[in-house]
Every structure is written in C-alpha cells, then in structure tokens.
C-alpha cells in the first residue's frame, strides 16, 4: 500500500499535487463550518428542550 501510494505521488506533477492540497483544505474547511453550525443548532435544541422541563 505504501509502494502504491509513493508511485502515485511521483506521477503527479507539481501543480496537480498543489491543487490537490487546495481542495482537501477547501473540503475540511466546509465540514468545520457545517460541524461548528449543526452543533449550536442541536445545542440551542438541548437547552430549549432542558429549559422545559420540570
């Protein structure tokens, strides 16, 4: 697996491997938005529902 993984990063040249980089960053940075949003959107769900309770 490590072989496979050393052939196909000598086969990609530069600018490929950079877009490559740009894209996976891109990528994480939307699920840190998505994760950061969807959690106070089910925290604010947890302390309305908490708050009516007896």
Same mark, same amino acid.
């Given at each position: 697996?490590?072989?496979?993984?050393?052939?196909?990063? !000598?086969?990609?040249? +530069? &600018?490929? &491997?950079?877009?490559? +980089? @740009?894209?996976?960053? @891109?990528?994480? &940075?939307?699920? $840190?938005?998505? $994760? !950061?949003? @969807? +959690?106070?959107?089910?925290?604010? &769900?947890?302390?309305? $529902?908490? +708050?009516? @309770?007896?």
């Amino acid at each position: 697996m490590l072989e496979l993984l050393k052939r196909f990063v !000598k086969e990609e040249d +530069g &600018a490929s &491997a950079v877009e490559y +980089g @740009l894209l996976v960053a @891109l990528i994480a &940075a939307v699920i $840190v938005t998505v $994760v !950061k949003t @969807l +959690g106070t959107q089910i925290n604010t &769900a947890f302390e309305t $529902v908490s +708050g009516k @309770l007896p």
